[in-house]
């Protein structure tokens, strides 16, 4: 029976038969002379000789049993002979043949890679878990903070709380996936020795060292290192910030787009309000909308990521110059878009038309008439929307109406009802006023019910079209002017209107230019002073005398007076 022998590997002791360890201790000690002149062989050594110990701890069901030649055989071929590896470029890149083998043996592990962090390291092992740059993944992590109304954040403590950092060569090559064998082993650890003698190289030790010795047991470099500090951690806060904002539109803008394209797809009631004012086909402005502001907005959201991580790759220069190309393009078809809009209101044209109002007393009065179907509450509006009438055919409607009374010299009252639209040209203005639809009706009794709307075809695009109706009524006759002409008859000093505001549900007596009020209270009370500080006052209810001293007032009551108190 062979003897066993112990051996310690990072700190655990094995059970070894005797011929297992002569070929252990060989190995070993093979390693140990390969490394013995390369940067780090301390670290490679250790890490080889815990790799080691993993493997054997994996094979043994317990830590008493005895490790055999076979059990050492396995393990020196998983982690490869020195031999391998030592001439791998005079071999033109050959693997060795243990690779394919260590790699059937080795599964990928989630840890939280502490050397490439923010907070944590905790996308970027799951960066390398699923094979994706933790830059994406940490931009996943901040869309589902605002999607998931913040409830990401106990979820990324939770995995910064259970996932484990990876901390040794085998901890970090397991994290990546790659085999844990001596190869891999020393180059992990040479290209960490790499990256820390190239830093130290870009180190200026002269300058740095006259630095120390000038200013750096001084208090105002204590204070300019803070406030470096302070700066700095201010200007990763406002690169959040951008961040933030920048997602925020992006996600305002994408609903928008989103909204106009299934607006037009099923057909509802706003899609034909968009092409009733602009114009333009809703694909067309969705991409225009897209790009003038997307492009920006992704701006905003890279220079936010710039200044939170300054190593953060440019986006190229091909890339620049295409979305800057697009961009001037958005810009174009707005432009084009602009002039085409402005055009279309660049001629004017109205169509009159010449009412006589043929009463049978000298008493006009006036009512508007509410489309029954459509909307029962009047109120003057330049709103133009596409609805649907009784029959359920789509036609423009309006409130759009201005009413304006006149005096005149005529024997009859008439009235002007004028219609007026814009187009890119005259005839196209005039085409679309001569569509528009008014009706209204003068009664038997003399009340002249004039419609509150108009309609017109629905062919017809949102191009200023209104009605403004001015009645001209002769002097003498008398007006009556109901409450629900109020909005439609508020006019400006500009257009002549006699009939103002408040004075509906009134009896009006036409004089030249003005009205005459016949059923208002009068005030018909005479008021004066004198010279010494009195006033009167003379009415229908009496006479009112005050001074500084008393107050006289004779009513059919009597006489009162009243001394004031100085």
């Known amino acids: 029976m062979n003897k066993t022998v112990n051996i310690n590997l990072a700190g655990i002791f094995f059970h070894v038969d005797e011929d297992a360890y002569k070929v252990l201790r060989n190995y070993l ?56 590896y030592l001439d791998e470029e005079a071999l033109n890149e050959e693997q060795p043949s243990f690779d394919s083998q260590s790699n059937t043996n080795i599964n990928k592990k989630l840890y939280r890679d ?115 500090v302070g700066l700095t951690l201010f200007g990763k806060f406002i690169g959040l910030i951008l961040i933030i904002v920048s997602i925020s539109i992006f996600i305002g803008l994408i609903s928008f787009v989103l909204s106009i394209n299934i607006i037009d797809f099923v057909n509802l009631p706003l899609s034909n309000e968009i ?23 992704f701006l905003l959201f890279y220079l936010g990521l710039k200044v939170i991580m300054s190593n953060l790759k440019s986006i190229g220069r ?52 509410p489309h029954y179907f459509i909307d029962k509450e009047l109120h003057r509006d330049n709103d133009i929307d596409l609805e649907y009438d009784e029959e359920g055919n789509r036609i423009i409607y309006s409130q759009n109406i201005r009413l304006v009374v006149k005096s005149t010299k005529e024997s009859s009252p008439y009235m002007v009802i004028e219609k007026n639209a814009s187009g890119k040209t005259y005839q196209m203005a005039k085409s679309r006023a001569s569509n528009i639809n008014y009706d209204w009706e003068l009664t038997p009794n003399d009340e002249l019910l004039l419609n509150g709307y108009f309609t017109s075809t629905p062919d017809q695009l949102n191009r200023d079209q209104h009605i403004e109706i001015t009645l001209f009524m002769p002097e003498g006759m008398i007006i009556y002017a ?19 505001n408040g004075k509906e549900e009134k009896y009006l007596k036409i004089l030249n230019n003005e009205l005459q009020c016949l059923d208002c209270e009068v005030d018909d009370s005479i008021e004066f002073e004198t010279s010494l500080n009195s006033k009167f006052k003379i009415n229908k209810n009496g006479i009112n005398a005050e001074s500084d001293q008393v107050n006289v007032e004779i009513s059919s009551n009597g006489i009162s007076i009243k001394q004031k108190n100085n």
């Open 275 to 297: 092409q009733l004012t602009t114009n333009i086909p809703a694909w067309l402005l969705s991409i225009l909308v897209a790009v003038s502001f997307g492009i920006p907005i």
């Open 29 to 84: 000690d093979t390693i140990k002379m390969s490394f013995k002149n390369t940067e780090g062989s301390l670290e490679i050594i250790a890490d080889i000789e815990a790799r080691i110990a993993e493997l054997f701890s994996e094979l043994l069901q317990s830590k008493a049993e005895v490790i055999s030649l076979k059990e050492v055989e396995d393990v020196i071929a998983i982690m490869g002979q020195p031999e391998d």
């Open 114 to 228: 502490i050397s490439d962090r923010y907070i944590s390291g905790v996308c970027s092992g799951i960066g390398h878990y699923i094979g994706l740059d933790s830059l994406w993944v940490r931009l996943i992590f901040i869309l589902l903070l605002f999607v998931s109304a913040g409830t990401i954040v106990p979820i990324y403590i939770i995995l910064w709380v259970l996932v484990p950092e990876a901390i040794t060569t085998a901890d970090k090559l397991r994290m990546t996936g790659q085999p844990i064998n001596v190869s891999n082993i020393e180059k992990k650890i040479k290209d960490g020795f790499s990256s820390v003698s190239d830093g130290v190289k870009q180190v200026d030790f002269k300058k740095h060292g006259n630095q120390i010795k000038s200013s750096s047991k001084t208090v105002v470099d204590g204070l300019i290192k803070v406030l470096s």
């Open 482 to 500: 109901y409450d629900n002409t109020y909005s439609y008859h508020r006019n400006t000093s500009g257009y002549g209107d006699i009939l103002d």
């Open 318 to 369: 091909v890339a620049k110059l295409t979305l800057l190309g697009l961009w001037i393009c958005s810009l174009i078809g707005w432009m084009i878009y602009g002039v085409k809009q402005f055009s279309e209101f660049s001629h004017d044209s109205k169509i009159d038309q010449y009412e006589t109002l043929y009463t049978t007393s000298d008493t006009l009065y006036v009512k508007m008439i």
